[in-house]
T-cell receptor, first 113, second 114 residues
Framework: GNSVTQMEGPVTLSEEAFLTINCTYTATGYPSLFWYVQYPGEGLQLLLKATKADDKGSNKGFEATYRKETTSFHLEKGSVQVSDSAVYFCALSGGSSASKIIFGSGTRLSIRP | DGGITQSPKYLFRKEGQNVTLSCEQNLNHDAMYWYRQDPGQGLRLIYYSQIVNDFQKGDIAEGYSVSREKKESFPLTVTSAQKNPTAFYLC?????????????FGQGTRLTVV
């Protein structure tokens, strides 16, 4: 079945550092890909999405490109801030999982001032 | 404002009791989902519903039950058969438009067995 694999955390960076959180997926068909963010004690919020190969999703300085050839959707940000500290989840839906949203295990990000 | 509301935010249950977690949405979404999140772990799907009066088991449905009598509501009952119910429970909804099922989440309910 479809699945999502994320790099394990926690990830700790200094403010203004470059961020990459890796995400790869296994899917049949043509899924859509998402990044969600979860702040402490809260639900998840959609950060960005991409619906087809080579699409780039972007929001709040974060970017991710849907790479079908490498089955990846890595999250990047050029200069992180303390306020970016949260847990980040990669997810997919569609393809053979049309009715379900499948999440990765999440990556905890901590930014030092 | 449109959104998805979970209640209560915190819930304590004695062993052997059933408890029901509420989830309501006013987004006019067809699909609704329940996930369980354990500390330091990802989200695991308990049940989901694509339409009123229909729902399917997710990956960890044992010990849980749901109903979908109204489009707006998708309550989750944690039964006494659930061996380890202490967790953070998240409800979500989506339009279910084609394959782009972007989900909107509630704020979660933290259930603790005492």
């Amino acid at each position: 079945g479809n699945s999502v694999t994320q790099m394990e955390g926690p990830v700790t960076l200094s403010e203004e550092a470059f961020l990459t959180i890796n995400c790869t997926y296994t899917a049949t068909g043509y899924p859509s890909l998402f990044w969600y963010v979860q702040y402490p004690g809260e639900g998840l919020q959609l950060l960005l999405k991409a619906t087809k190969a080579d699409d780039k999703g972007s929001n709040k300085g974060f970017e991710a490109t849907y790479r079908k050839e490498t089955t990846s959707f890595h999250l990047e940000k050029g200069s992180v801030q303390v306020s970016d500290s949260a847990v980040y989840f990669c997810a997919l839906s569609g393809g053979s999982s049309a009715s379900k949203i499948i999440f990765g295990s999440g990556t905890r990000l901590s930014i030092r001032p | 404002d449109g959104g998805i509301t979970q209640s209560p935010k915190y819930l304590f249950r004695k062993e052997g009791q059933n408890v029901t977690l509420s989830c309501e949405q006013n987004l006019n979404h067809d699909a609704m989902y329940w996930y369980r999140q354990d500390p330091g772990q990802g989200l695991r799907l308990i049940y989901y519903s694509q339409i009123v009066n229909d729902f399917q088991k997710g990956d960890i449905a044992e010990g849980y039950s749901v109903s979908r009598e109204k489009k707006e509501s998708f309550p989750l009952t944690v039964t006494s058969a659930q061996k380890n119910p202490t967790a953070f429970y998240l409800c979500a909804s989506s339009i279910s438009a084609g394959s782009v099922t972007e989900a909107f989440f509630g704020q979660g309910t933290r259930l603790t067995v005492v």
